[in-house]
Structure formats: structure tokens, C-alpha cells
């Protein structure tokens, strides 16, 4: 299975720049790291997602380092509604092929 | 608007009985995913889908199986339902980047609660 490792929790100060990091160490080199969150109660929402180099929507950046084990998933100024869970994931090739799966996210919960 | 839409928000039923949970989709999308979320556990993939008529164990498939009749619809079905398959359950749709089978951006159900009691 394609393995992420993200912090359980974190939390940010509204207003602030919310930095969210994902080890993806064993992903390839054609396979695309992809952003979720969830807020509560409802299904998990795309965010964002990036091959190599750094990307930016009306939602978020996504910093990939160069040897790509490894992404931050910036959220600017964060907001009270942006508390959910934060998930990344990559792709699974070989005996996992087409399969989905998610590692367990970061908690994230901005303050006033 | 891209749209993945469960049959139900909520559903209660009784231990024993045979559970349908609806999925549809409208985007043409050839994957298609069930997961349950507890609570600590995250989301866990319950059965998917690539194609009509096919179907892939995924990491919890226990007590569980699938109906991919048509391209738009996947069906989960708890045979015999069990007060441990009280949950949330999510559905889930993408399709695959050519050329590797990857999948790209999915998107998700707005879940149903199901409780068994």
C-alpha cells in the first residue's frame, strides 16, 4: 500500500499561514501527490494536487521538495473554517493498482 | 457541479437485516470506492471498482459485497448486518490517468450514518 506519514494534530492561530507536511517516501517518479480535507460530518474535499514542482489554486499551495519524499500543504491565512482533517496521498501502482487509500490525516484546528 | 450522491444520510437498521447503500455518480468516472470512517481509524477502503461488473477487495471486505451493474452506480450490501458495521460510510469516484491506471482527483459522497441495532 502507498504510505503516508502525516502529524496526528496541529494547530494554528487565525489569520496565520497553517503549514501541513506529508512524508511520502517510497512514492515514484510519475506518481502525483494529491490534498484532501474533511470537515466534519462531511465527505473528504480535493484541494489540491502536484507532480514536481510547487503549486498554487484559490485554495492552497503545495511545496514538493526536489527528491519528492516528502510535500507541505500551506494554507496562506488560515481560517476558523478551515479546521478539518487534512489528508495526502499518492498513488498506489503494482499489487495495489487503482486502489485509493488514505492514511490517517492531521487534525487541524485554528484558533481565534 | 460534479456530484457523487448517496441514497441516504442516515439509515438505522436492525442486526440481521440486508442493507443496500446506494452510490451514483454523474461525471463518467470508471473507479469507483466504498469506505467506512470510525472514529481514531480514518477512512478505511471497504471494496472498489474499476469497470462494470468488476470489483476489488480492498483493506476491510469482511461482511461485505458490491453491485456494479451500471457505470454510474455502485452498491454496497451488508448481507447480514452487525452492530460492529454501525459507521460512516463513504462513497468515492475518479477516473484513471492515462497511460498509468493512477487514480486522479476523487470525489466523495456526502457519507451515510448507518446504525444497527
Known amino acids: 500500500d502507498a504510505k503516508t506519514t502525516q502529524p496526528p494534530s496541529m494547530d494554528c492561530a487565525e489569520g496565520r499561514a497553517a503549514n501541513l507536511p506529508c512524508n511520502h517516501s517510497?512514492?515514484?517518479?510519475?506518481?502525483?501527490v494529491y490534498w484532501y480535507r474533511q470537515i466534519h460530518s462531511q465527505g473528504p474535499q480535493y484541494i489540491i494536487h502536484g507532480l514536481k514542482n510547487n503549486e498554487t489554486n484559490e485554495m492552497a499551495s503545495l511545496i514538493i521538495t526536489e527528491d519528492r519524499k516528502s510535500s507541505t500543504l500551506i494554507l496562506p491565512h488560515a481560517t476558523l473554517r478551515d479546521t478539518a482533517v487534512y489528508y495526502c496521498r499518492f498513488n498506489a501502482g503494482g499489487t495495489s493498482y487503482g486502489k485509493l487509500t488514505f492514511g490517517q490525516g492531521t487534525i487541524l484546528t485554528v484558533h481565534p | 457541479d460534479v456530484k457523487v450522491t448517496q441514497s441516504s444520510r442516515y439509515l438505522v437498521k436492525r442486526t440481521g437485516e440486508k442493507v443496500f447503500l446506494e452510490c451514483v455518480q454523474d461525471?463518467?468516472?470508471?473507479?469507483m470506492f466504498w469506505y467506512r470512517q470510525d472514529p481514531g481509524l480514518g477512512l478505511r477502503l471497504i471494496y472498489f471498482s474499476y469497470d462494470v461488473k468488476m470489483k476489488e477487495k480492498g483493506d476491510i471486505p469482511e461482511g461485505y459485497s458490491v453491485s456494479r451493474e451500471k457505470k454510474e452506480r455502485f452498491s454496497l450490501i451488508l448481507e447480514s448486518a452487525s452492530t460492529n458495521q454501525t459507521s460512516m460510510y463513504l462513497c468515492?469516484?475518479?477516473?484513471?490517468?492515462?497511460?498509468?491506471?493512477?487514480?486522479?482527483?476523487?470525489?466523495f459522497g456526502q457519507g451515510t450514518r448507518l446504525t444497527v441495532v
Open positions: 461525471m463518467d468516472h470508471e473507479n
Open positions: 517510497t512514492i515514484s517518479g510519475n506518481e502525483y
Open positions: 468515492a469516484s475518479s477516473f484513471p490517468l492515462p497511460g498509468t491506471g493512477f487514480n486522479t482527483e476523487a470525489f
